[in-house]
């Protein structure tokens, strides 16, 4: 999974992981196996996105 958050823009985050100033992080990738169900996730309503004018 590709996911960018918050934690991307952290600066406790970026120091930890030793990034100079001008070295930005633009993304995790969590890689592994899923265990359990995943989540369902609801289709989202295209009509809350486009609107017609």
Same mark, same amino acid.
């Given at each position: 999974? +590709?996911?960018? %958050?918050?934690? @991307? $823009?952290?600066?406790?985050?970026?120091? &930890? *992981? &030793?990034? /100079? =100033?001008?070295?930005?992080?633009?993304?995790?990738? $969590? *890689? &592994?196996? @899923?265990? &359990?169900? %995943?989540?369902? *996730? /609801? !289709?989202?309503?295209? /009509? !809350? $996105?486009?609107? =017609? +004018?």
């Amino acid at each position: 999974m +590709w996911r960018t %958050g918050s934690m @991307a $823009y952290n600066d406790t985050v970026r120091q &930890g *992981l &030793g990034l /100079a =100033e001008q070295e930005k992080i633009i993304g995790f990738l $969590y *890689l &592994g196996t @899923a265990i &359990g169900p %995943g989540k369902s *996730l /609801a !289709d989202p309503d295209s /009509a !809350d $996105y486009f609107k =017609e +004018w």
